[in-house]
């Protein structure tokens, strides 16, 4: 079965200063995706970025971006120019390309609570 | 806007009563799922739905069960609360689709056990 490890339960940043978030995931398959979702104090959660495994290229989402590197089984995210929105628990998830009848389950990091100091 | 909103944002109940939380999404999806939050082990998958009144066991699902009659509602009931389901429940929903890559989430119910 595939896991998903967040080892930073908290992390904290300066406001508009660079800080990134780390994943590692376990996975004998070669075709998956990686997500970054965020979870805003008392909101909903939200995707912030995917990637394919298939891809070499970084995916970039303006001020997000996630170094993923393969054969390490790494997936980390970058967030640039930190806003105090940006404050907010942040989930590593990792979904099989393996249908499950028609669904495709997610596999959840422990979380990284991001807090923006101003 | 997707919207997927649950029946209750904070619920306190007691041990042995039956517990019924509600999710309903507006966008015709498929696919819905019930996760339970807890601090230190992230979301935790406790049961799925492919299709109205089809479901599939996650990785938690004891002490669970589930029910979709509708295909916009799915609800996740706890049979005989315990203590030890105090936690946030969050509800989830997807198009079934090889290209589909979003699960979208609702904003959660805090249910509190005593």
């Given amino acids: 079965a595939q896991t998903v490890t967040q080892s930073q339960p908290e992390m904290s940043v300066q406001e508009a200063e660079t800080v990134t978030l780390s994943c590692t995931y376990d996975t004998s398959e070669s075709d998956y995706y990686l997500f970054w979702y965020k979870q805003p104090p008392s909101r909903q959660m939200i995707l912030v970025i995917r990637q394919e495994a298939y891809k070499q290229q970084n995916a970039t989402e303006n001020r997000f971006s996630v170094n993923f590197q393969k054969a390490a089984k790494s997936f980390s995210l970058k967030i640039s120019d930190s806003q105090l929105g940006d404050a907010a628990m942040y989930f590593c998830a990792y979904r099989s390309e393996v249908w499950i009848q028609g669904a495709q389950k997610l596999v959840f990091g422990q979380g990284t609570r991001l807090t923006i100091n101003p | ?114």
């Fill in chain 2, 1 to 114: 806007d997707v919207k997927v909103t649950q029946s209750s944002r904070y619920l306190v109940k007691r041990t042995g009563e039956k517990v019924f939380l509600e999710c309903v999404q507006d966008m015709d999806h498929e696919n819905m799922f019930w996760y339970r939050q807890d601090p230190g082990l992230g979301l935790r998958l406790i049961y799925f739905s492919y299709d109205v009144k089809m479901k599939e066991k996650g990785d938690i699902p004891e002490g669970y069960s589930v029910s979709r009659e509708k295909k916009e509602r799915f609800s996740l009931i706890l049979e005989s609360a315990s203590t030890n389901q105090t936690s946030m429940y969050l509800c989830a929903s997807s198009v079934r689709a090889v290209t589909s890559y979003e699960q979208y989430f609702g904003p959660g119910t805090r249910l509190t056990v005593t």
